[in-house]
């Protein structure tokens, strides 16, 4: 099995490397007209003028025999030289890795700091609360924290450079604008998986015995943290491909704005290079995480000695989703039945009044109408393509080894760079957009549901099962299913506003839907030139994206105490012996 893996790990990033390298021709525009405005915007794009920069870059050999010479160069360790500057690439290649790099531990410092601070009330408590807080700072969009941040502590107080790669000051406002979300996903997942560990039978003994306290939390956390690890490598990558949008906010010369400006410019080379980085960074953390997590585990999981959590409950107040689901649906509701593209330039920028209860943008369009409008391009795709990611996740956690390579490859890549290569094929645009997020937003759930499966399947009760003569179908759907779809399902509800703001991440960037189409993504796009004049058009979608995290992992949570409490049998009453 281990063989399948590595064959589709290979499979994929051939795949993803030859699409890389027929992107120019699979726009449909001469690569040459891109690389002669890239190179001179004034000169004319005149036939002897294509002709020359077509000899010059090998372009009249036509794309395969391109394709070919750059993987034949590869092997040799050349990846090649830039069709703009003329530079050789591993050099730039190089030095955008490592500033991403340090960028990412700095921002996964932030994002541990902050799961450390959310996790520590439930090992305080003993259990967790319904994680609305956690979500909505997970559903933060980092280029809308990034700008703010610029704003406040760079150009108002002046505390911190804005832009730049000099010292290790430029990279505070970057690492806390990409930490935050991140650290609110892991510490909701932690603080979600604790509570049933800290109710297990051993807890009990270990606080008799008079263990110390911070001993038994650390044991309960490596209890916990087996499951959950590959979760935190892909965070990690996430934090090095998918910081497109706050490099470019900051100016930040890292991997994923060096990927961007070479696809725009049709620098080929260099978008191979980036790529190609983007990608052997993945796997070694991929690498890196299943080797810790089979370090934690331990010969449990090699002998079938593993026993699992009893399932917990996380009981949330009605009155949190119900208050969250009203304000949403009042909100959208009366932005319905406004017009969300009458322009009035006289109106444009005006703050929040009773005609214009969130304010208009800088065309004087109603904030309120755009935002309500713009709710089901944005929260009905992202539910679409949550739904479709689960169902691949539990269908390929059975599969783990088959699975692992595609997974690995996908998750080392930035929606950014997917959303570059299916908008070259079919257009930027909503359903562009929904196809490359849902290319690359199952890994995370797949990893997690192949997590759960292997550990329920090496554990004690499962092996008594099959002693005992139980069916494979049985086994598998009163057993494997129940203990894998329930988890793997609330982790998909808590990546559901993710799955938003990557939709809104590609609209901000021109990927996703186009003007003046009233998407969430596009108003924090529109709305970004002139945030410090008029924020609440940027908040509105802000606030509409932390509200529906709120949402999502709250109701989840209702929904799941009062399952269990409803199929929870009733104590059986003890009668005493007859005829004693």
């Not at 009981?315 to 593209?341: E, M, Q």
């Not at 003569?469 to 808590?494: C, E, K, Q």
């Amino acid at each position: 099995m281990a063989g399948a893996a590595a064959l589709t790990r290979l499979f994929c990033l051939i795949a993803v490397l030859a699409a890389v390298g027929l992107l120019p021709w699979l726009s449909g525009r001469d690569p040459a007209l891109a690389v002669l405005r890239a190179r001179s915007a004034e000169q004319d794009p005149t036939e002897e003028a294509l002709d020359s920069v077509r000899r010059d870059l090998g372009l009249d050999a036509g794309p395969l025999s391109l394709l070919g010479g750059w993987a034949s160069d590869l092997l040799r360790g050349d990846l090649g030289t830039s069709w703009v500057s003329g530079t050789e690439v591993l050099p730039s290649v190089v030095s955008g890795l490592q500033v991403s790099l340090a960028l990412m531990g700095a921002s996964l410092g932030v994002a541990l700091l902050l799961a450390c601070t959310l996790v520590a009330p439930v090992l305080v408590r003993g259990r967790a609360s319904d994680g609305a807080w956690a979500a909505m700072l997970a559903a933060v969009p980092e280029f809308l924290l990034a700008t703010v941040a610029l704003l406040v502590f760079g150009v108002w107080l002046g505390w911190l450079p804005t832009s730049g790669w000099v010292g290790p000051e430029n990279m505070v406002l970057p690492a806390v604008a990409l930490g935050v979300p991140g650290g609110g996903l892991l510490g909701r997942l932690v603080a979600d998986a604790l509570p049933a560990v800290l109710d297990e039978r051993w807890v009990e003994l270990w606080r008799g015995a008079g263990v110390s306290r911070a001993r038994i939390a650390g044991a309960a956390l490596r209890r916990v943290l087996p499951p959950l690890v590959p979760q935190f490598g892909m965070v990690a990558v996430g934090l090095t491909g998918g910081a497109v949008a706050v490099e470019t906010v900051f100016a930040v010369p890292g991997i994923g704005r060096t990927a961007l400006g070479a696809a725009k410019s049709q620098d080929l080379p260099l978008l191979q290079g980036s790529v190609l980085a983007l990608l052997a960074l993945g796997l070694v953390t991929g690498a890196l995480a299943a080797l810790a997590r089979r370090r934690l585990l331990g010969p449990a999981l090699r002998d079938a000695s593993l026993s699992l959590p009893p399932a917990r409950p996380v009981r949330a107040h009605p009155a949190i989703p119900l208050s969250l689901f009203t304000v949403l649906t009042v909100t959208i509701g009366w932005g319905l039945s406004r017009d969300p593209y009458a322009v009035n330039t006289m109106d444009r920028l005006a703050a929040p009044s009773w005609a214009h209860p969130l304010g208009t943008d800088g065309l004087g369009r109603d904030v309120l109408a755009r935002l309500g409008h713009g709710a089901a391009s944005t929260v009905g795709t992202a539910t679409a393509v949550c739904l479709l990611s689960l169902l691949i996740a539990l269908a390929l956690g059975f599969l783990p080894r088959i699975a692992e390579g595609a997974a690995d490859i996908a998750n080392a890549l930035p929606p950014v760079i997917v959303g570059i290569l299916v908008a070259a094929a079919a257009g930027p645009g909503t359903g562009g957009a929904a196809l490359a997020v849902a290319l690359i937003s199952w890994p995370a759930l797949s990893a997690h549901a192949a997590a759960l499966v292997q550990e329920v399947r090496a554990s004690a009760f499962l092996t008594a099962q099959r002693a005992i003569g139980a069916s494979p179908f049985w086994i598998l759907t009163r057993h494997v299913l129940p203990s894998v779809a329930a988890p793997v399902a609330r982790h998909a509800l808590l990546r559901l506003p993710g799955i938003a703001l990557a939709l809104a991440s590609l609209g901000f960037l021109g990927l996703g839907a186009q003007p003046p189409a009233p998407e969430w993504g596009l108003l924090l796009d529109e709305s970004r030139a002139y945030v410090e004049r008029a924020p609440w058009a940027a908040l509105a979608p802000a606030v509409a994206l932390a509200l529906l995290a709120g949402l999502a992992v709250s109701g989840a949570a209702l929904t799941q105490g009062r399952r269990i409490r409803r199929v929870t049998p009733a104590p059986v009453k003890k009668e005493a012996p007859v005829g004693v």
